[in-house]
């Protein structure tokens, strides 16, 4: 930053904040905002707070179910890339995803987006993707914050963090108490890996010598960066579905941080296991090349990375064909087993691409 004489008077803008480059953020993402709009909506952004009314949303005797997430360390392959479009997907969908395995409907969304110098059209296209992504789970982007700190963040680089509310019946929270010995355990593919994971990806990446814009060794025609930035899958709609349609679903888990190990056992009670097949589980090529080019241990894939499975239900035997049929893509992969003295997720078999990488 340019020096300036001791008597001249300074403003804002010479100490690297631009309110105008601001305000132009709020009138460029107002509409975007607005499209995402549902029941119980009150107001526009822009104000001090967003407002929100359960009432119009057919809530008897509601639970409100909170979450706050980032992306982690996948920004940093957006701002070296310069492909920002996905990662208000990602952002959305590590929140909403949380929401939904509760048993809960998402119901409004608000965002934090803090850089060292504003670029409008950078902001408004992660702002964007965050927009879409809300209109996807069927929750409202009722409000946020953008925060230009100069000296905290270097040249184009951003953060991100996002709030979602949504609410369950209390009778209708989940996990329920039934959990049992002999239920089955469904997996939803994931779509990639997601947004965890990233720090040892990045350093795979960097191992393998290959640069952002060289192509993918695991997708075809398609480059590395473009291709590990996939985005994040949402499951809100579909998942929702399945618990209104078939009352089956028992227990939900987010295959997020942590991976199948790790994430599993939050929704199990004490006294119960969960039996993993991983010869069931088609792991994609992402995922073969990233532990085949950082030599990455069969144990430490599955307590990083989702390998291949975003999202699993439990349900009772008798339910199972029903809610295959209602999600296409689901596959068996398991079943709950007395715990006894073993870990709380035991595997058999081993990970195996069913595609050549």
């Known amino acids: 930053m340019a020096a300036t004489p001791k008597d001249q ?19 460029a993402i107002a509409p ?11 107001g526009s952004i822009g104000g001090f707070g967003g407002l929100f009314d359960l009432k119009p949303c057919g809530f008897k005797d509601p639970l409100l179910v909170a979450a706050t997430d980032g992306v982690g360390t996948k920004l940093k392959l957006a701002v070296e890339t310069g492909l920002h479009e996905g990662i208000g997907t990602d ?12 048993g809960a409907e998402p119901l409004f969304f608000l965002d934090y987006f803090a850089c060292g110098k504003l670029d409008v059209s950078v902001a408004e296209t992660v702002i964007g993707g965050i927009a879409r992504a809300c209109e996807e789970a069927g929750c409202a982007l009722i409000g946020g914050e953008t925060a230009e700190m100069p000296g905290l ?4 680089e951003y953060d991100l963090a996002g709030f ?6 209390r009778g209708k929270l989940l996990p329920r108490k039934d959990l049992a010995e002999g239920n ?26 290959l640069r952002w814009n060289d192509e993918a060794p695991f997708a075809s025609g398609g480059a590395l960066g473009e291709a590990l930035l996939t985005p994040t899958r949402i499951y809100v709609r579909q998942v929702l579905e399945t618990i209104r349609k078939t009352k089956a679903v028992k227990a939900l888990a987010h295959i997020t941080g942590g991976g199948l190990t790790e994430n599993i056992p939050r929704v199990l009670p004490d006294g119960l296991a ?6 069931a589980i088609a792991l994609p090529p992402v995922f073969a090349w990233l532990q085949r080019e ?13 390998c291949g499975v975003g999202m699993i239900l439990v349900v009772s035997p008798k339910d199972v064909e029903g809610v295959l049929a209602q999600l296409c893509d689901a596959a068996i992969i398991g079943a709950l087993a007395r715990r006894g003295d073993g870990a709380t997720v035991r595997y058999k078999g081993k990970l195996a691409s069913k595609v050549r990488p």
């Open 9 to 27: 008077a300074l403003t804002y803008r010479d100490a690297g904040v631009d309110i105008d480059a601001g305000n132009a953020l709020v009138e």
């Open 32 to 42: 975007l905002a607005a499209q995402t709009k549902r029941a119980g909506v009150l």
């Open 91 to 102: 952002l959305v969908a590590m929140n909403v995803n949380d929401i939904v395995v509760q």
């Open 153 to 156: 963040y270097g040249d184009g």
């Open 164 to 169: 979602a509310v949504g609410a369950v019946e």
């Open 184 to 209: 089955i355990i469904l997996a939803l593919p994931s779509s990639g890996v997601h947004s965890n994971g990233f720090s040892l990806v990045r350093r795979v990446v960097a191992r393998s010598g």
């Open 274 to 279: 969960a039996e993993i097949d991983l010869g």
């Open 294 to 306: 950082g030599a990455i241990d069969p144990d430490e894939m599955l307590r990083t990375f989702n």
